[in-house]
């Protein structure tokens, strides 16, 4: 089963990092794809867009965003958005995915990925207005599930059944990050695995895995080092769910040199073809 | 020391300063497990709106102080045990405590994006005043913009305002503020758009009789930066690792440009930011030369000067400096590349 929006499956890529560029341009690794911190390549029309234009002359390029704020109760910020299709434009992104929460409130960006409560009145909230963004781009957008460290005492869905509801009535796609399933799991005693039997796996088009760290009372998704088996097995069980989907490893902390790197995205396919090493 | 040499890369070339936002979260410090859940009595949830308790949810997280005063801070709660009416605790944590990692990596994530930005006013001020200052700047410029990079933009303006905390700190301060402007700079031209300049080629066709009167705007990518404190040479021995004091007050001027991609420092003389000034506040070349008699006083310098300014001008072209020659509509060429 492909996702039903028909984007292509690109293989195995890694998140695009300023102190990679170099070791890119110059040995052209086989790598399936990229993706990107859209709001790194905003605010510039300097250095970061020219290394980023010749990235997008060799590979496929994907947009992944931490500022749309898709649960804040400000209005959809449209300088913001017109910004968003035109990088998206620019560099021929495949699609464009953002996280399932908000980011601020009051015109203040906190520049994390806060929490949303999982209520009939937050999800009637989030559907319209990813309706009017995919509008707006005129593509579907992909909506991650995040690392959460807190859960309201007034949700009244699993996130599961939040996220599954959204992508349904909204009819968008999904980015299913397996490391955040992993790390929202241990912070709040759920099951990863009943997690991942309620997803909707025609939606999803992207899946994320990524290093944590675990300090013993809570694990952080910091995108440091290499990814722990039990996301690894995860990965295998969503890919094989998905009929295979587009994969992405992100390192962000103590970022290793690019061959490093890839060889860890490249363990992938140890547990998509379910050969585990 | 200004260093008199015409060449024009002094300072070599300069590659940090992007600031990468991911989607990870800043790595917390490791909590104690609190008492378990099944200790807790049941507390009915707090009915509230999504705008509500968003607004809650920032106002706690952001807040400067402990969280414990972050969540009252809002007036959604009057007392910290109503907490778990809001967020629950967790198998190993309590409510408090889980909160408290968005509280952390609010202002972390913040530190370490202007800590990218100054490196070296975080080397001159060391760790700890370092991330205090980092501190105030969060609270007194919070980011309303979807990138961060613009940020840091008014850390030089936070440290000229900064009441200082004696008499001994007012130089260190005025230092600082310089070196952040130094620092800025570096990340202004790292983000400027790239545009044609003028070419050697332009330079060595334009008809001598035309110079006089001929302008030479600034490049996009291209900051004159004037200080009370030798800046460039401080940041520069901090660079190359020598690990440099907090200077003496001493005039120096500093030429901040992007070429090829690279970023370049270049010291400059009395003279020559006197020419440049001019040219880049809109003087023709003919006026512009006239501050350098007006301004150096130096008979060897103004000799120095007027041997030397055509060897500036094709090291200055060649670094891309201006971004083309403006001829009078009289000699009829308007502007050229």
Redesign the interface.
């Known amino acids: 089963m492909a996702n039903r929006f028909g984007l292509p499956n690109l293989g195995i890529g890694l998140?695009l990092?300023?102190v990679h560029y170099g070791h890119i341009l110059e040995n052209a690794p086989d790598v399936g794809w990229f993706e990107i911190?859209s709001?790194?390549y905003?605010?510039?029309?300097?250095?970061?867009l020219?290394f980023l234009d010749r990235v997008a002359e060799r590979y496929p390029i994907v947009m992944?965003g931490?500022?749309l704020s898709i649960?804040?109760?400000d209005p959809l910020?449209w300088d913001?958005l017109r910004?968003l299709k035109a990088l998206r434009d620019r560099v021929g992104a495949r699609w464009v995915s953002d996280?399932l929460c908000?980011t601020?409130?009051?015109?203040?960006?906190?520049?994390?990925?806060?929490p949303?409560?999982y209520?009939e009145?937050?999800l009637a909230?989030v559907v319209s207005r990813v309706r009017e963004v995919q509008d707006f781009l005129e593509a579907p957008l992909a909506i991650?599930n995040p690392?959460t460290?807190?859960?309201?005492?007034?949700s009244t869905m699993k996130e599961w059944e939040f996220l599954r509801a959204l992508t349904e009535e909204a009819d968008c796609g999904i980015l299913l990050d397996v490391n955040n399933v992993y790390v929202s799991a241990y912070?709040?005693?759920f099951d990863p695995d009943e997690y991942l039997a309620a997803i909707p796996y025609d939606r999803v088009v992207q899946l994320h895995v990524?290093g944590h760290?675990n300090?013993?009372?809570?694990i952080?998704?910091?995108?440091?080092g290499p990814v722990l088996d039990p996301v690894w097995r995860l990965l295998g069980l969503a890919h094989e769910r998905a009929g295979g989907a587009s994969i992405l490893l992100?390192w962000?902390?103590d970022i290793p040199p690019f061959p490093v790197a890839h060889a860890e995205a490249k363990k992938a396919e140890r547990w998509i073809t379910g050969v585990a090493p | 020391m200004i260093d008199r040499k015409p060449s024009p890369l002094v300072g070599g070339a300069t590659e940090a300063f992007?600031h990468?936002?991911?989607?990870?979260?800043?790595?917390?410090p490791?909590?104690?497990?609190t008492s378990s859940a099944d200790d807790a009595q049941a507390?009915p949830?707090?009915?509230?709106?999504?705008?509500r308790?968003?607004?809650w949810?920032?106002a706690s997280?952001?807040h400067p102080g402990l969280l414990s005063k972050g969540v009252l801070a809002d007036g959604l709660l009057s007392r910290l045990d109503e907490l778990?009416?809001?967020?629950?605790r967790?198998?190993?944590?309590g409510?408090l405590?889980?909160?408290g990692?968005?509280h952390y990596?609010?202002r972390a994530?913040?530190v370490e994006c202007l800590a990218d930005d100054y490196p070296a006013v975080q080397f001159a001020l060391g760790d700890d005043a370092f991330e205090a200052l980092c501190h105030a700047y969060v609270e007194r410029y919070?980011?309303?913009?979807?990138?961060?990079?613009?940020y840091g933009q008014h850390m030089a303006t936070l440290l000229a305002t900064r009441a200082p905390a004696g008499d001994a700190d007012a130089a260190p301060l005025a230092f600082l503020a310089e070196l952040a402007t130094l620092e800025w700079a570096l990340v202004e031209?790292?983000?400027?758009?790239?545009a044609p300049v003028l070419s050697l080629e332009t330079l060595q066709a334009t008809p001598p009789d035309a110079w006089p009167a001929a302008r030479l705007p600034r490049a996009e990518?291209v900051r004159l930066l004037r200080f009370d404190y030798p800046v460039n040479a401080y940041f520069q021995a901090w660079r190359t690792d020598q690990a440099p004091a907090i200077p003496e007050p001493a005039s120096s001027a500093t030429v901040v440009y992007?070429h090829d991609?690279m970023l370049w420092r270049l010291d400059l003389t009395p003279a020559m930011t006197a020419l440049l000034a001019g040219l880049f506040g809109g003087e023709t070349l003919g006026d512009a030369l006239t501050h350098i008699e007006r301004e150096v006083h130096d008979a060897d310098e103004l000799a120095e000067a007027e041997r030397s300014v055509m060897i500036w001008f094709r090291e200055w072209v060649a670094g891309g400096v201006f971004a083309g020659i403006e001829l009078p509509p009289s000699e009829g060429a308007t502007e050229v590349n």
């Open positions: 998140g990092r300023t911190i709001e790194n905003m605010q510039t029309a300097g250095k970061p020219w992944h931490v500022s649960g804040s109760s910020n913001y910004e996280h908000w601020g409130i009051a015109g203040r960006n906190t520049h994390d990925l806060l949303i409560p209520t009145e937050a909230h991650e690392s460290y807190v859960e309201f005492s007034g912070n709040h005693g990524a760290t300090n013993g009372t809570n952080v998704d910091t995108h440091v992100e962000d902390a | 992007v990468e936002r991911a989607s990870a979260t800043p790595g917390n490791v909590l104690e497990a507390q949830p707090l009915v509230a709106s999504v705008d308790l968003q607004s949810f920032a997280v952001t778990e009416r809001v967020v629950t967790g198998p190993r944590l409510a405590e889980r909160l990692v968005y990596g609010y994530r913040l919070p980011s309303r913009s979807p990138s961060l990079n613009a031209v790292l983000h400027a758009a790239a990518t992007r991609l």
